[in-house]
């Protein structure tokens, strides 16, 4: 433990750099020798095909690519096709849709029906009238059965 602590210590002083890795060799068992047998280099065909690949502007798919879709041939094609039609359909139809669905003028009617029905009872309790009027379709107008008519049966109202 102390000796960690004494690396750790050397460590934040930038003079003792040289110690730092030599401490941690013996301490952790790090080795930080280079490894020349992990590195290869890409020969200079596989290097000539992507700038012909790139030059021809034809598409090199990724082996792991997964397709949208919309392409099975190009991931190029397949990708750009989903970002149009995912913008076509997410910003023009639902936030323009939702736009001007929000905004369009009243074509039914509904509203001005509720403020003429609230102009009405304004007017008819200036006028002293009662809110809703009894006879609202005129009696004459209409024949209403008789007593005999009717015989027993029992008329709620």
């Not at 960690?4 to 401490?23: E, K, M, Q």
């Not at 700038?51 to 021809?56: A, G, I, N, P, Y």
């Not at 190009?74 to 905004?103: P, Q, R």
């Not at 009872?121 to 200036?126: I, K, M, T, V």
């Amino acid at each position: 433990m102390a000796t960690i602590t004494r690396v750790c210590r050397s460590a934040l002083r930038p003079h003792n750099s040289r110690l730092i890795g030599a401490n941690l060799t013996r301490i952790a068992g790090i080795s930080t020798s280079k490894k020349n047998k992990d590195t290869i280099s890409l020969s200079d065909e596989v290097i000539q095909k992507e700038k012909v690949d790139t030059q021809e502007n034809t598409a090199v798919t990724n082996k792991n690519w997964i397709s949208w879709g919309f392409s099975y041939e190009s991931e190029v094609k397949d990708n750009t096709t989903m970002h149009m039609t995912f913008f076509a359909s997410v910003t023009l139809c639902i936030v323009t849709g939702g736009f001007v669905w929000a905004y369009m003028p009243d074509f039914r009617m509904i509203d001005w029906a509720q403020r003429e029905a609230y102009l009405q009872l304004r007017q008819r309790e200036a006028e002293g009238l009662p809110l809703i009027d009894p006879n609202v379709v005129d009696p004459e107008k209409f024949e209403l059965p008789e007593d005999e008519e009717l015989g027993g049966v029992e008329i709620i109202i």
